[in-house]
């Protein structure tokens, strides 16, 4: 009588930089027959030199990690380091985080992350995550599929030429004043414009608004 070969296991490395959540991550996994965790790393340098050695099938990636590149950029180097050797194979990154926001998102997405979790997700999710990240489907949790799906549904602002100026030269760095000379115009002037843009980007900060101006490639 023949035996039926066991299924292959997924390969899974850790990547975060809380000792306690990749201990309870592995606790999590272990009892499961089709999953493995083969590695694991607590920085951004260290993940990209674990997973050439260890060569994962999925990724669970934070986002903050204390030292090295953080996740978003920690991903694009490792699909970058797998696309240059042909012998490696390319891992699925699933980011499991506690940040939902817009821009964090759409900078994961970008990056090459085959998904996004929340680290408030059910361990289910996170299981029928991996799974489908192995098979190279994309997996997301239900509170980030409805921001996506909204963000797709709400059009970009929409500003004036006079605007983009401004926009262009806070991403530069430059002061009210600073703005208000390179463009004639009254210090108040200037100000209430950054008025009308930072409420038409929701946002509050200068440094927001520059990251919400690159994120939705308003200046391309």
Known sequence: MTSTPAARQVRIMLCDDHAV????????????????????AAGGEEALAVAARVHPDVILMDLQLD?????????????????????????????????????????????????YL??????????????AAAEGRTALSERVTDRVVRQMRTPPPAFSE????????????????????????????????????FHSLDVRTRAAAVSKTAELRLLE
Do not use: C, W
């Not at 959540?21 to 694991?40: H, I, K």
């Not at 980011?95 to 994961?108: G, S």
């Open 21 to 40: 959540v990749r201990a309870g991550l592995r606790a999590l996994l272990s009892g499961r027959d089709d999953m493995t965790v083969v590695g694991e």
């Open 67 to 115: 030292t090295g590149p953080d996740g978003t950029a920690v991903t694009r180097k490792l699909l970058s380091q797998a696309a240059a050797d042909p012998s490696m194979p390319t891992p699925r990154v699933l980011v499991l985080t506690m940040f939902d926001t817009d821009a964090d998102i759409a900078r994961a997405l970008r990056a090459g992350a085959t998904g």
């Open 118 to 131: 929340l680290k408030a997700d059910r361990p289910e999710v996170l299981y029928d995550a991996i799974t």
């Open 162 to 197: 006079r605007e983009r100026h401004i926009l262009r030269q806070l991403a530069e760095g430059r002061t009210n004043r600073e703005m208000a000379r390179a463009l004639f115009l009254s210090e108040t002037t200037v100000k209430s414009h950054l008025r009308r843009i």
